[in-house]
């Protein structure tokens, strides 16, 4: 226990407490269920449904464009604070262990 004493799973005697209390709603929860269904309300509708035929499986599309790159980088513009005037950085120079 994480020092509730009320945490954690019930017992097997206290859930079967529960079953039975609530079993004896049965009746009225299906009756108010077909008056929903009756009455056209959507909600009713997908409940039965969902628990008939069991919950649609959930269908997401993703495109993935390759030629797309993931991210742009932007061009970097300094000014010469001498000059005042803006310079681009140059492209970088690759460095391999053969030129070091």
Do not use: C
Not at 46 to 64: A, D, M, N, S, T
């Amino acid at each position: 226990m994480a020092g509730n004493k009320n945490s954690g799973r019930k017992s097997k005697e206290q859930e079967q407490l529960l079953v039975e209390k609530l079993a004896q709603l049965e009746p009225q929860s299906f009756l108010a269920l077909k008056k929903g269904i009756e009455a056209g309300e959507f909600r009713f509708i997908q409940l039965y449904f969902h628990y008939r035929y069991g919950k649609p499986r959930e269908i997401k599309e993703i495109i993935i464009d390759n030629d797309k790159p993931i991210f742009e980088i932007p061009q970097v513009v300094w000014t010469n604070p001498k000059t005042n005037k803006e310079e681009q950085l140059q492209q970088p120079i690759a460095i391999y262990k053969s030129n070091i």
